[in-house]
Structures are given as structure tokens and as C-alpha cells.
């Protein structure tokens, strides 16, 4: 299949737009500038033909491409985030395609002290001759997710140039706020109308991702005793220094992220903040099952309770919240929607790899809110940093994939 790829230039286009996402704003989307790229993206599928593009007062674009089959086919959604990620500056991003990559540690033009070395980076070892795209060392590059936003328009592109490809009826869903973990908060699965999903915001070439952690978040609040510090003695009993005994008692060789890998859980603190009479710790726990999630909550919880012993006038409160789970319990029963992402992926010219991720995609929480949704590769690499790239060859195979898809519920259907 022969496609006049648009990916890399709406690639370039929509990392210079700074749609970078607030953990601590309350509103929806969490920037306004998010909407900046919304705006780009519903004027391109309108000129495209997609005549339904638009984005509602929350950031979300919704397109729909029309079946031009007869058939009877489950109606399909592609979904990427617009946002990138609150770690790294967004601003003044400065893409650089670097030709015919020669297998070298990738020194950035406008910070020499940013080296992207293929010993921290093997990955690039399989991009020889490929062009590969990097920041100038400045900002993050936003491949995480703007390469898949680019890898579905360009798809939704060729499939609207091409009717004679038949497919059924195709959404397109650009969601706000993924980074913060809100991304599917307010999408509206309703209006959407579709029966199955993928998030195209994956890494490597030829993965996709059926299985993701489960995830709870744990805040424990301690309540010290304060007092004038002159006269403290036998008195105070800081929530501050309890706070930090619960984080020098954790693990260091085991259950944290810097120890583990693959399939191991862990527990990690995020945040402390407060003071003498009151100090807040928050935590994100992570496992692939719920058994494993319960497990690491008792450590946790022993583990403060057992430190607060030595502190008879203080206590705690100890508050889990669900995040998301995983999304494999759901995606299992409908084995099809992985299949066809692994026939899409061979007809693309790749070797389909089917894994899991050591966190969560809107895919996980749309999974369980209706709409089964595994996450296929964009390409993208090194995410959240100022050495994330994104090799062109790699996203081309994303569109590629993308139609085949549309392709393959049509014929099964």
C-alpha cells in the first residue's frame, strides 16, 4: 500500500505548539493552550472533509470519517493526547530531523551538554539509515503524544483521499490532560459512538500494549503535636520528621521504580508537604493485578503504624484512591481487537510484539468505561525529557497500521 505520508510535517507543526498540562489547576482543560493545537487539528480534518470536527469546551476534538462500506462493521475510535508532559519545559520547541542516522550518540545543537547515547538509548541501534527527530536540546520534543496525533490525521488523510479503501465508520478522539492523568475525565463516550478503541501512544516499533498496572493513589496525613521549640521537650511530636522515617523506612532494594522492572509492583512517594502539626505524603502505588495493589497498601500501612507507635500523641489518616486498572481483564473479552492490531501491524511490514507497560494510557480508564481500547506504538522514545526523539520511518509504519486496521474490520465484518 502506497501512502504520500503528511505525518512528519503535522509531526513538526504540532510540537512547536506548547500544550503543556498542569498537575495543580482544577480546570478542564488544565492550560488553555491545549486548545491552541485543538483548534489546528479541527481546522485540518474539516479541510480534510471530516465535516462533524469539532471541539467542545473541555479541549476534547471529536471527527468522524464516514463508512463507505455496507457491511456491518463495530465502529472503531483512534485516540492520542494533545498534551505533553508537566516534567519538562514545552515551550519553543525546536524539532531537528537528523538524516540518515549513523549509529552515533546524537549531540543537540543548542545544548552540547545533551547527548543522547546509544548505550542509555540501544533502541537507536535499530534506526540506522532511518531519520530521526530530536529536540535542540532545550524542551522536551512532545513525540509523547504528538506523534501519535500526527500518525492519526495523517491516516484519517489518506483514508479520506482514498475511498476506495473500504473501512466502517472511523472516530477520531484528541483527548487534554493524559500527562495529569485526567485524560479521559470528561470525554464523552457517548457522543463519541464507538464500540472499540485504540490509543496510537505507544514506543517501540511493532508493540502493542495489552496490559497495563493497576493503579491506587495513598495520601497519609500525620497529625504531630507542635509547640514552641524552646520548650519542646517531651512535647513535640513532629509530623514532618514521622513523614520522613515512613520514606527512609521504605525498601531501597526492592518495591520502588528505581528497583524494579517488568512485572514487580512497587510503591513510591511523590510529594511531601507541611508542617510540624501536619504533614501530607502522597504516594502512587502500582501492580498488575489487584491482589498486588492490596499487598503493597498493608506494607505501607504497617509500616506507618508501626513507626507512629513511637509517637503516642501523634496518629494518621490513611486514604487510598483508585486511578485506573488494568485494562487486560476487559481487553480479553474481546480477544478481536488485539488480533486485528497484531495482522494490522504484519501488513504494515513489522513484527507485531504484543507486551505490557509499566504504567497506564487514557486506554486503561476507557477500557473500563465502556470502550475496550488497547495501545498501539508511536514511535516514541525517551518521553518526559530532553532527549525524547521519534524516528520518521516509525511513524510512517504507525499510519500504516492505522489503515490496515480500518482495512481489517472491514473485511472480518
Not at 31 to 38: A, F, I, P, S
Not at 368 to 392: D, Q, R, T
Request: glycine content about 8%; aromatic content about 6%.
Amino acid at each position: 500500500m502506497k501512502i504520500n505520508h503528511t505525518v512528519t510535517e503535522r509531526f513538526i507543526k504540532y510540537a512547536k505548539i506548547d500544550t503543556q498540562s498542569d498537575p495543580n489547576s482544577p480546570t478542564c482543560p488544565s492550560t488553555e493552550k491545549q486548545k491552541d493545537l485543538g483548534k489546528v487539528l479541527v481546522a485540518e480534518l474539516l479541510e480534510m472533509g471530516i465535516t462533524d470536527a469539532h471541539m467542545d469546551e473541555n479541549g476534547y476534538v471529536y471527527g468522524t470519517i464516514p463508512a463507505n462500506t455496507s457491511k456491518k462493521v463495530p465502529v472503531i475510535c483512534f485516540c492520542s493526547h494533545m498534551d505533553t508532559s508537566p516534567d519538562c519545559s514545552g515551550k519553543d520547541v525546536n524539532p531537528q530531523i537528523n538524516r540518515n542516522y549513523d549509529g552515533k550518540d546524537i549531540v543537540l545543537i543548542n545544548d552540547k551538554s545533551q547527548i543522547i547515547k546509544v548505550a542509555e538509548h540501544p533502541s537507536l541501534l535499530k534506526q540506522i539509515g532511518n531519520d530521526i527527530i530530536t529536540t535542540d536540546g532545550t524542551t522536551l520534543l512532545g513525540a509523547d503524544n504528538k506523534a501519535g496525533v500526527a500518525e492519526i490525521m495523517d491516516a484519517a488523510h489518506h483514508l479520506m483521499k482514498n475511498p476506495e479503501i473500504k473501512h466502517g465508520t472511523i472516530k477520531i478522539l484528541f483527548t487534554p490532560d493524559e500527562e495529569i492523568g485526567r485524560g479521559a475525565d470528561k470525554a464523552d463516550l457517548k457522543k463519541l459512538g464507538a464500540d472499540f478503541g485504540y490509543t496510537i501512544d505507544g514506543e517501540e516499533l511493532g508493540h502493542i500494549e495489552n496490559e497495563t498496572f493497576s493503579a491506587d493513589g495513598v495520601t497519609i496525613t500525620i497529625h504531630g503535636v507542635s509547640t514552641h521549640p524552646g520548650f519542646a521537650k517531651n512535647k513535640m511530636e513532629s509530623a514532618i520528621k514521622i513523614a520522613s522515617e515512613i520514606v527512609a523506612a521504605l525498601p531501597k532494594d526492592k518495591m520502588s521504580p528505581e528497583s524494579t522492572e517488568k512485572k514487580e509492583p512497587f510503591v513510591h512517594p511523590v510529594s511531601i508537604s507541611g508542617g510540624i502539626e501536619q504533614t501530607v505524603l502522597q504516594f502512587i502505588i502500582r501492580a498488575f493485578d489487584e491482589e498486588g495493589l492490596k499487598t503493597q497498601e498493608t506494607f505501607l500501612k504497617e509500616l506507618t503504624e508501626k513507626i507512629i507507635k513511637n509517637y503516642p500523641k501523634s496518629r494518621f489518616d490513611f486514604v487510598i484512591k483508585e486511578q485506573y486498572r488494568n485494562m487486560k481483564q476487559v481487553l480479553d473479552k474481546n480477544p478481536e481487537i488485539v488480533n486485528n492490531a497484531l495482522e494490522a501491524i504484519k501488513r504494515a511490514g513489522v513484527t507485531p510484539v504484543l507486551s505490557s507497560i509499566r504504567g497506564g494510557t487514557d486506554g486503561s480508564r476507557f477500557s473500563y468505561m465502556g470502550l475496550p481500547c488497547p495501545n498501539i506504538f508511536a514511535g516514541e522514545h525517551a518521553f518526559h525529557s530532553k532527549h525524547e526523539w521519534v524516528s520518521i520511518q516509525d511513524m510512517e509504519k504507525a499510519v500504516a497500521t492505522i489503515v490496515h486496521l480500518c482495512m481489517i474490520w472491514e473485511e472480518n465484518a
